[in-house]
């Protein structure tokens, strides 16, 4: 399971072991419109909306690993949902793929006025 949480939006995205994907739902495709992608219930109902379509599907998920990627708002909203006592999965690992630059890009020239 991946959540990637931008301050735009929030996609949560099943896929197989092979990473191959499966299921994916956003804050948009949920019905919210602008800036409200990317708030904490944008990104609940994007989370619960993955768990219908799963049960939808008839889909047999035990084991679970779970990747956030980003910091936006929606990050911890979409994980409390997943990991609601309701489903009944073994969460094997939580990892964050947050990109982090070691140093980065040279900044741009001191303004002088």
Do not use: M
Request: glycine letters at 10%; hydrophobic letters at 35%; a positive charge.
């Amino acid at each position: 399971l991946h959540i990637h949480a931008s301050y735009n939006n929030t996609l949560v995205t099943l896929t197989n072991s092979r990473g191959d994907i499966l299921i994916t739902k956003s804050g948009g495709s949920v019905g919210f419109k602008k800036s409200q992608r990317g708030g904490y219930e944008a990104a609940h109902q994007a989370a619960v909306g993955v768990i219908q379509k799963i049960k939808e599907k008839g889909l047999n998920v035990k084991n679970v690993e779970i990747c956030i990627k980003g910091f936006g708002p929606g990050r911890d909203a979409a994980f409390k949902a997943l990991a609601n006592v309701e489903n009944q999965w073994n969460v094997r690992r939580i990892t964050d793929t947050t990109p982090l630059p070691f140093n980065g890009c040279r900044p741009r020239k001191s303004r002088r006025l």
